[in-house]
């Protein structure tokens, strides 16, 4: 079979993709692009491992076709970082270590991203509201609230 070229814009380049339009955004992401800090986690967009911006939603790419992603804006944790400085959400995770083995990490950071960019002072009952979903096997939740709370003030 034959798949289409689809054009994806992720951390503010262009990548032409052939492959099938109902493959999942994460397995592109991983397999062909080679951008890896996107986790494959449940498989089921239950764990948010796989979370990445889509249009500055935060949105689970193991269940989000490739062709719904095609021509959006699409940030991985790879695209966060500029001119060799740590977004500030990175930097508050780090400077709290709100992370154990960090598999989680990427998902964590960029839904916390899409919640800091709605609301600059979230309260704590709001960051739990909006992190649902994200889970940490390790259990380090205060302290990633606390990092959420300090990239706010940032």
């Known amino acids: 079979m034959i798949h ?17 339009p109902e493959r999942s955004l994460l397995t592109v992401l ?5 951008l890896t800090g996107t986790k494959y986690g449940c498989g089921e967009g239950q764990c948010g491992a796989c979370t990445v911006l889509i249009d500055d939603q935060p949105r689970r790419s193991c269940v ?56 600059k002072d979230p309260g704590e009952a709001e960051i739990v509201r909006h992190m649902q979903g994200n889970v940490c096997r390790c259990g380090t939740y205060p302290r990633i609230i606390a990092a959420i709370k300090k990239a706010a003030r940032l």
């Open 64 to 119: 989000t076709e490739l062709s719904s992603a095609a021509g959006r804006k699409i940030t991985t944790i790879e695209g966060l970082a500029k001119d060799g400085h740590l977004h500030p959400v990175q930097q508050a995770f780090l400077d709290v270590g709100a992370f154990q083995c960090a598999y989680c990490t990427p998902g964590m950071i960029l839904s916390a991203i899409a919640l800091l960019e709605t609301n």
């Open 4 to 20: 289409p070229t689809i054009d994806l814009r992720i951390n503010g380049a262009v990548h032409h993709v052939t492959a099938d």
């Open 30 to 34: 991983r397999d062909e692009l080679d």
